[in-house]
């Protein structure tokens, strides 16, 4: 498969140029080109409940690799990726629950993470190479990235947090310790500290000459392993269900959403997202979707910025002009707060689950659209993307119980303190990254 820029058609590079070199020069991002995605349908029937995910994984990620790696070598990133696995449970005879919180830290970030840096441990090994992740973090991508670099050679972390917000790391995870993690603490807001990490991004000659990468969805190599997803949940309910299926879901950053998309381009069946509507995408009065970004043409906007993942261009870059596909496809639901809580306490009075807010929200598309979704045969996959016990908070406001913390979630918010210089500058990030390999 070859990979594109949204911004420039004539951009075509491999999976592992669009991985390793993370952001096009154009000010774009990188999508799929549609012209190389292969029809897997033949495969998609094939799979069935008994399929593991690690293998559906590694299917894809020799459509994604293709000529570049074995069939083989393309396992064993899955492999190494995925200790763990979705949960698919069955609540009613229409309805099924998607659970992405098995992992790590509790969280479908888990997923592509775990996979994004398998990909670039084992293709490092095999070509030599080096990685530098630089992100800002409120602290669960360090969390997750101290379990998921443990005993890795080739790929190393700067992660920059807000000053008292280090959590989930241990001593033995520090570069200066012979781990692969530099924490340093930041003076300023978020949005001044992720545009120092911009400032850094926007210097293309430095990023190459130190292997600087991210390990957010703008890097394609995690998008496209939240692909997996889809037909994994297919192949645990192709038998047991009949006629349309619809997923509902958190708009989040969007990225989700547009792995999707993805899967249905490799013939995945699926006939449609519900999500919450936002100021960004949302139903207009015409009662079709808008993307708001539209309005500005892709020639006449600023670059992408790297720390601030730019999914929703990916989905306007999906559909081009033809709105009619993105109406047929996406529907943006009104959701307020009054929806989310009677979203949350059914799911829990009906079916025991509890639900955090982005689950409650998407439950609540269900609810808005009960008529549509559950006619005839229909039938709907709710995707939970966080454990419930990462809010526990509003879990007992609006149902007056709690669920249970998991231990490795519990260890993934430990507060840290580090105990070394707090700095001010993207000059001082650039000094620690000259000095971390």
């Given at each position: 498969m070859l990979f594109t820029s949204t911004r420039n058609n004539n951009i075509t590079v491999p999976f592992s140029v669009a991985v390793k070199s993370c952001i096009p020069e154009d000010g774009g991002v990188f999508v799929p080109?549609?012209?190389?995605?292969?029809?897997?349908?033949?495969?998609?029937?094939?799979?069935?409940?008994?399929?593991?995910?690690?293998?559906?994984?590694?299917?894809?990620?020799?459509?994604?690799?293709q000529d570049e790696f074995s069939p083989i070598i393309c396992e064993?990133?899955?492999?190494?990726?995925?200790?763990?696995?979705?949960?698919?449970?069955?609540?009613?005879?229409?309805?099924?629950?998607?659970?992405?919180?098995?992992?790590?830290?509790?969280?479908?970030?888990?997923?592509?993470?775990?996979?994004?840096?398998?990909?670039?441990?084992t293709t490092s090994e095999l070509n030599g190479g080096e990685t530098l992740f630089v992100e800002y973090t409120n602290g669960e991508l360090g969390a997750l990235l101290s379990k998921v670099l443990k005993g890795k050679k080739h790929i190393k972390a700067l992660?920059?947090?807000?000053?008292?917000?280090?959590?989930?790391?241990?001593?033995?995870?520090y570069v200066w310790n012979g781990g692969n993690i530099y924490p340093v603490e930041m003076e300023g807001s978020e949005k001044e500290i992720k545009n120092a990490i911009r400032e850094i991004f926007a210097d293309r000659d430095f990023v190459k000459a130190h292997n600087l990468s991210l390990a957010n969805t703008t890097n394609i190599g995690r998008l496209l392993a939240q692909v997996?997803?889809?037909?994994?949940?297919?192949?645990?309910?192709?038998?047991?269900v009949d006629g349309d299926i619809?997923?509902?879901l958190d708009a989040g950053n969007y990225s989700t959403l547009v792995a999707g998309l993805y899967s249905w381009r490799f013939a995945l069946p699926l006939n449609g997202f519900y999500l919450p509507s936002t100021s960004a995408l949302f139903m207009n009065l015409a009662e079709d979707p808008v993307v708001m970004d539209s309005v500005v043409d892709f020639d006449k906007r600023q670059s992408v910025n790297p720390v601030d993942p730019a999914n929703l261009e990916r989905l306007e870059s999906f559909f081009g002009k033809h709105n009619s596909m993105l109406r047929t496809f996406v529907t943006p639901v009104s959701v307020s707060e009054r929806d989310r809580e009677k979203a949350a306490k059914e799911?829990?009075?009906?079916?025991?689950?509890?639900?955090?807010?982005?689950?409650?929200?998407?439950?609540?598309?269900?609810?808005?659209?009960?008529?549509?979704?559950?006619?005839?045969?229909?039938?709907?996959i709710l995707i939970s993307q966080k454990h419930p016990s990462l809010?526990?908070?509003?879990?007992?406001?609006?149902?007056?119980?709690?669920?249970?913390?998991?231990?490795?979630?519990?260890e993934s918010l430990r507060p840290v303190e580090l105990g070394r210089p707090v700095i001010t500058s993207a000059d001082e990030l650039k000094k620690i990254i000259k000095l971390i390999w």
């Open positions: 080109s549609a012209s190389s995605i292969e029809d897997l349908r033949r495969w998609i029937y094939y799979i069935d409940e008994t399929t593991p995910f690690s293998s559906i994984a590694g299917t894809l990620t020799s459509a994604f690799i064993k990133i899955a492999t190494s990726a995925f200790p763990f696995e979705p949960v698919v449970k069955q609540l009613d005879e229409h309805l099924f629950c998607m659970e992405l919180f098995h992992g790590y830290t509790g969280c479908h970030r888990d997923f592509g993470v775990s996979y994004l840096c398998s990909y670039l441990e992660l920059v947090y807000k000053k008292g917000t280090v959590r989930g790391l241990k001593e033995e995870d997996f997803y889809f037909p994994y949940a297919f192949a645990q309910v192709k038998h047991k619809f997923y509902a799911l829990f009075i009906k079916y025991g689950v509890f639900a955090e807010q982005g689950t409650a929200s998407a439950y609540a598309t269900i609810q808005q659209n009960r008529g549509t979704v559950y006619s005839d045969d229909d039938n709907y809010s526990i908070d509003y879990c007992r406001h609006v149902i007056g119980e709690v669920p249970e913390m998991p231990d490795n979630i519990r």
